[in-house]
């Protein structure tokens, strides 16, 4: 004779959710017998359409607790505590754990309607190690699901993915040859952009004036022993100038512009191996570390600025 399953006890969520005698008026139960105590209007706070707002409002509620209604979800409490903390004021920021735990919360956010949430829980991922950790799976998952602001995001991230070789990637397999060949053609133009006028450096009009003129060759160490100097052309608020510049300067452009061309992204810029390396063979360690710090910065947002305005050409279905 089979014996029942006997369900799970009731348990109480953790702080902040477990306080009957907060500012509370509504008990969520989720499928694993977890109950949160929560304020019902923060479920639906900027989301007209929210779910909670037509279930509170038709009652569908069968038992109480603590005099309070209790409201059964099919979700898990693991799933259900993300989404509270992204309808609850938190300074702290959410951290999302797994791409898991991230489909799971935005499918549940999406079939409650939670317009608020959703855009706290685009942040929220796009902040997090995870976006860049697992660039290529979740632009598979955002792809497939219709996730605009996320697939964009996580395509970003792929261009830290040398995809310009043929590389054996464990994440490929989950990827469409459709998908694969837009994010190729997408990993392409962004080398091609951020590496504009780069490879020579000798045109430096993406900078601001004052910021080309701080990288004006100093006299006062001028002719040390192997120093080179090079003439480029920068704006000029009359147009367009020469100025000389340490060869060191050109050294290191001409080294991020090889790296972007297998992982275009801003943070090449900053890269530490590229600095110190340049820097090293200045001769003039503390006058170019200074120097190639501050180009470092105004090339990576330079760099970002150009890849944001490549597009990833995705018809997204939502």
Known sequence: METAVQPSPITTADAPFNDPTDVVDLVIRTTDNVDFFVLSGLLSLRSPSSFFRHALQSNRHTEERDGFPVLRVVEDSTTFRYILLLCYPNDRPVEIKSVEDVVAVRVALEKYCMDYAIGRFEQTVIASSLI????????????????????????????????????????????????????????????????????????????????????SSSYSYRFNDGYYERTVRIRGTDGERTRLIDQWTLDYIRKVSQKLRETPHPEIATDENIINAVVLSSGNDSIAIRKIQTLAKLLSKEIDRRISEVPLNIKWER
């Open 132 to 215: 860049r950790e697992h660039a290529l799976r979740l632009f598979v998952l955002a792809f497939r699901k219709g996730w605009r602001k996320l697939g964009e995001a996580a395509a970003k991230n792929t261009l830290f993915i040398p995809l310009t070789e043929d590389v054996a990637i464990e994440e490929l397999n989950d990827i469409s040859a459709m998908q694969y060949v837009i994010l190729r053609d997408y990993h392409r133009k962004c080398s091609d952009t951020a590496r504009a006028n780069l490879d020579y450096g000798k045109k430096l009009f993406w900078m601001e004036p004052e910021d080309a003129e701080s990288l």
